[in-house]
C-alpha cells in the first residue's frame, strides 16, 4: 500500500543554516508529492508540490525534488528563518486516491524549531 | 485565494456529550470533503472522506456510529462526535477540494481542538 516516512523530529537549527527534512514513499503507479506546512494552532497550508519524476517543486525559498529512483521527495531550504518554525508533513496521491476525491497519505511530520 | 473555515477552533465537553464540528469552503464549492484527526507530536490521520449529498466512506478502525459525518450542501460538511469520552480529545481538522479545479490542490481549515473531560 502507500505509505510516507519522514525523517523524526525535533530538528533544531540556527537561524540561516541549512535545512533538509528527508521524505520518502512507497506507491503503487506514478503519485504526486507534496509538501505541507502547519504552524502552531492552525492547520496545513500547501508549500510545494511536485508531480511527476525529477519535477522540482518550490516556494519561499523551499525546494523538493521528486526523485523517483529513490522514492523520495527531500525538502531543503538553504537558509533558515525563526519564521519557519513549524511542523512540516510530506505526503502523496496517487491516480487512485485521486479518483477518489485526492485523498492524501500523510507521513509523520517534522518538527522544526529555528532559533535566533 | 481559497478558504476553508473550520468552527469551533476549540471547545471542551463533558464525557457523554455530543459536539458537532463544521467545515465551510468559503469561496468555492467542494463535492468532497475530508476528516482528519491529529495526536500530539503524530501525523494526520484520515479518518473518512465526505462526499456532498451521500454517505461519508469511512477508513478502516473509524466507528461511523461515533463519528457522523454530514456533507449537506457544497460548501458545508459537518463532523459530529457522540457521545465523547477523552480518548476523543484530539485535534481535528478538515480539508476540501475545489471541484471545478481537476488538479486544485487540498485546503485545510485550522482545524478544532477538542478536549474531553
Known amino acids: 500500500g502507500n505509505s510516507v516516512t519522514q525523517m523524526e523530529g525535533p530538528v533544531t537549527l540556527s537561524e540561516e543554516a541549512f535545512l533538509t527534512i528527508n521524505c520518502t514513499y512507497t506507491?503503487?503507479?506514478?503519485?504526486?508529492l507534496f509538501w505541507y506546512v502547519q504552524y502552531p494552532g492552525e492547520g496545513l497550508q500547501l508549500l510545494l508540490k511536485?508531480?511527476?519524476?525529477?519535477d522540482k517543486g518550490s516556494n519561499k525559498g523551499f525546494e523538493a525534488t521528486y526523485r523517483k529512483e529513490t522514492t523520495s521527495f527531500h525538502l531543503e531550504k538553504g537558509s533558515v528563518q525563526v519564521s519557519d518554525s513549524a511542523v512540516y508533513f510530506c505526503?502523496?496521491?496517487?491516480?487512485?486516491?485521486?479518483?477518489?476525491?485526492?485523498?492524501?497519505?500523510f507521513g509523520q511530520g517534522t518538527e522544526l524549531s529555528v532559533k535566533p | 485565494g481559497a478558504v476553508v473555515s473550520q468552527h469551533p477552533s476549540r471547545v471542551i465537553c463533558k464525557s457523554g456529550t455530543s459536539v458537532k464540528i463544521e467545515c465551510r469552503s468559503l469561496?468555492?464549492?467542494?463535492?468532497?470533503m475530508f476528516w482528519y484527526r491529529q495526536f500530539p507530536k503524530q501525523s494526520l490521520m484520515l479518518m473518512a472522506t465526505s462526499n456532498e449529498g451521500s454517505k461519508a466512506t469511512y477508513e478502516q478502525g473509524v466507528e461511523k456510529d461515533k463519528f457522523l459525518i454530514n456533507h449537506a450542501s457544497l460548501t458545508l460538511s459537518t463532523l459530529t462526535v457522540t457521545s465523547a469520552h477523552p480518548e476523543d480529545s484530539s485535534f481535528y481538522i478538515c480539508s476540501a477540494r475545489d471541484r471545478t479545479g481537476a488538479n486544485s490542490p487540498l485546503h485545510f481549515g485550522n482545524g478544532t481542538r477538542l478536549t474531553v473531560t
Open positions: 511536485a508531480t511527476k519524476a525529477d
Open positions: 506507491a503503487t503507479g506514478y503519485p504526486s
Open positions: 505526503a502523496l496521491s496517487d491516480r487512485l486516491l485521486y479518483n477518489q476525491g485526492g485523498k492524501l497519505i
Open positions: 469561496d468555492f464549492q467542494a463535492t468532497t
